[in-house]
Structure formats: C-alpha cells, structure tokens
C-alpha cells in the first residue's frame, strides 16, 4: 500500500485549509485588498 507524495500533501493541505478556514479566508482578503488598492 504505498501513497504517492502527492495524495499525501493534497491531504495535509486539505487538513490544514479545514482546520485554519478563518485564517486563510483572512489571507485572501488581505491579498485581495492589496491588489485592488494597488490599482
């Protein structure tokens, strides 16, 4: 049974989005926020 690397860091990835969701929603408005005012 061997996991590629991939699937593997898609999960952890997928962990982490799940567990801080708040935070990067927060980080992507803040870079939202940057690029629209750079306009």
Same mark, same amino acid.
């Given at each position: 049974?061997?996991? #590629?690397?991939?699937?593997?860091? !898609? +999960?952890? %990835? !997928? %962990? %982490?989005?799940?567990?801080?969701?708040?935070?990067?929603? +927060?980080?992507? #408005?803040?870079?939202?926020?940057?690029? +629209? #005012?750079?306009?």
């Amino acid at each position: 049974m061997t996991r #590629s690397p991939v699937i593997r860091m !898609y +999960c952890m %990835l !997928y %962990l %982490l989005v799940r567990k801080y969701k708040g935070v990067v929603l +927060c980080f992507i #408005s803040a870079i939202m926020k940057h690029i +629209c #005012s750079d306009r």
